[in-house]
């Protein structure tokens, strides 16, 4: 659970204008991060997807092998067989899992929007959020890396690097779950695709630059919002 006083602390600012200021701390340090790496919304949703328990680097060469085999394309995915599927994305890992869940994702695409992700785009958010989370392999990760990237909704992702940030930060405790935090950031930030897109692609950045499992805060653009923790301002 989110701690509610911080909300209204007198002193230190309220978490909305903190991490406003977050933002543009991150921003004016790093500068835009020229988010999603995909050519297509298609390639950005095959990412989303293979990118779990793996590093991009990976995913790209299994992207890279799919595209040599004209399977970047919603028809041939769901023709092709698991197993030649799972082979062709043998380099992200865990590939056969990831296999059939990339068939459940187009297996809905197919059942729920004949197709086009045109049709799932019509969709309320919180309603095509809702479907994308009953399909199996999909977590919220995910669905929101899918949603903000590839479909351009306003929903802001939230993985472990934020889970960081925000803990080290003092901004919620370890009992936060996925939904409180990315509640703390929609009620904070104001529903923005191009916001959102910005800020989580910052966060990430910072996570891999500065607030690793050991923070180096020395030099980071957020250390003086610890210092002002630590005096107690
Ligand atoms: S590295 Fe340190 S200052 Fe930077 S975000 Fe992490 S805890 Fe904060």
Same mark, same amino acid.
């Given at each position: ?15 909305? *204008? ?9 921003? $004016? ?13 298609? $390639?950005?949703?095959? @990412?989303?997807?293979?990118?779990? %328990?793996? %590093? ?5 060469? +299994? ?17 092709? /067989?698991? @197993?030649?599927?799972? $082979?062709?994305?043998? /380099? +992200?890992?865990?590939? %056969? ?39 199996? @392999?999909?977590?919220?990760?995910? #669905? ?5 990237? +590839? ?15 925000? $803990? ?25 695709? #191009?916001?959102? %897109? ?24 957020? *250390? ?5 923790? +630590?005096?107690?301002?």
């Amino acid at each position: 659970m989110l701690e509610a006083p911080r909300m209204t602390d007198p002193v230190r600012p309220p978490v909305g *204008e903190t991490l406003d200021l977050f933002y543009h701390r991150l921003f $004016e340090a790093f500068g835009p991060q020229g988010w999603w790496p995909g050519r297509s919304p298609l $390639e950005i949703i095959v @990412g989303a997807i293979l990118t779990q %328990n793996t %590093n991009w680097q990976n995913v790209e060469k +299994a992207i890279a092998r799919l595209d040599t085999a004209g399977a970047l394309d919603w028809a041939v995915l769901r023709d092709l /067989p698991a @197993g030649q599927l799972a $082979e062709l994305i043998r /380099p +992200a890992g865990y590939y %056969n899992v990831k296999a059939k869940r990339l068939k459940n994702f187009v297996e809905w695409l197919w059942e729920s929007c004949a197709g086009d992700l045109e049709q799932a785009r019509e969709r309320p958010l919180d309603q095509l959020r809702d479907e994308l989370l009953s399909i199996n @392999g999909i977590g919220p990760e995910t #669905a929101d890396s899918i949603l903000l990237y +590839a479909l351009e909704m306003p929903t802001f992702v939230v993985d472990t690097y934020t889970r960081r940030m925000l $803990e080290r930060h003092d901004l919620i405790d370890s009992t936060a779950g996925y939904e409180d935090m990315r509640s703390l950031f929609q009620l904070a930030v104001r529903p923005h695709v #191009a916001r959102y %897109n910005e800020y989580h692609a910052l966060i990430v950045r910072l996570g891999k630059a500065h607030c690793r499992p050991s923070p180096r805060c020395a030099g980071c653009p957020l *250390e003086w919002h610890l210092k002002s923790i +630590a005096d107690g301002e």
